[in-house]
């Protein structure tokens, strides 16, 4: 049905920057919500962002301001852009979509470390 892959993720140094990009296959409608969670050691998944298929965004406290989500329609991908990254969004990314089933990609990894 749908596969939802997760590409991206790696090492950072605090206050850099990783791009995470998601493409979605398979049949997905256009009204689709897609946004990224993340889960870090211990912790529960938590949201980070969400987009329309409008390009309405939403975003976690934690991480307004220094994150940006976008998608891309027609090709079914959503990208998170990720800016002075701290430590404390070391976590596993993981992409979402959703309009009546609900995918997950499989994660990937994003660790900010001096």
């Known amino acids: 049905q749908v596969q939802v892959v997760e590409s991206g993720g790696g090492l950072a140094q605090p206050g850099g920057s990783l791009r995470l990009s998601c493409a979605a296959s398979?049949?997905?409608?256009?009204?689709?919500?897609m946004g990224w969670y993340r889960q870090a050691p211990g912790k529960q998944r938590e949201f980070v962002a969400v987009?329309?298929?409008?390009?309405?965004?939403n975003y976690a406290d934690s991480v307004k301001g220094r994150f940006t989500i976008s998608r891309d329609n027609a090709k079914n991908t959503v990208t998170l852009q990720m800016n002075s990254l701290k430590p404390e969004d070391t976590a596993v990314y993981y992409c979402?979509?959703?309009?009546?089933?609900?995918?997950w990609g499989q994660g990937t990894q994003v660790t900010v470390s001096s």
């Open positions: 979402n979509v959703r309009w009546g089933p609900e995918y």
């Open positions: 398979g049949s997905v409608p256009s009204f689709s919500v």
């Open positions: 987009i329309s298929s409008g390009g309405a965004a």
